[in-house]
């Protein structure tokens, strides 16, 4: 199951992060929260080139120096996340979304966020094989379209 699959209100997620910000007291202005409903859109894991461009059509004066220091206090305070996929410029994600793995097309750099209770079970059995439980984990798979 992909991602895009799992329902998710755009507006409570927008909602929930601004409330995030304003608890710690960051301004939230309107470059943010372009930014932030641009996130809250996507599953592709968009550059910080790519956010300044689409935030663009939410017609807000957005330059690209802003995107990059507001991507900034955004992760540092914890509402994105930086993925940082071999062979790509960092992208990013909203932080509080489902769990989720990904799959990277190492020919186009596309990053496809799936979900699968069948490896994640299995995760779960290898680690209590070997006497753990998984505190974390993340599942990257670099992968080329086959061809048919």
Do not use: W
Not at 34 to 61: C, G, M, Q, S, Y
Not at 88 to 111: C, F, K, M, W
Not at 122 to 142: F, M, N, P, S, T
């Amino acid at each position: 199951m992909t991602v895009d699959e799992i329902e998710v209100d755009n507006a409570d997620v927008i909602r929930e992060l601004e409330g995030i910000l304003r608890s710690q007291g960051v301004r939230v202005t309107r470059q943010r929260m372009a930014i932030l409903a641009v996130l809250a859109r996507t599953h592709d894991h968009p550059t910080v080139e790519e956010l300044h461009e689409r935030a663009k059509k939410f017609n807000v004066n957005v330059s690209l120096a802003t995107v990059y220091r507001t991507v900034a206090v955004l992760e540092e305070r914890g509402a994105i996340i930086r993925n940082e996929f071999e062979g790509t410029n960092a992208r990013y994600e909203i932080a509080n979304r489902p769990h989720h793995d990904h799959l990277i097309d190492v020919d186009s750099g596309q990053v496809i966020e799936f979900c699968s209770e069948e490896i994640e079970a299995l995760q779960e059995k290898i680690a209590k094989e070997l006497g753990y439980d998984i505190v974390y984990h993340r599942l990257e798979l670099y992968v080329k379209k086959r061809d048919v």
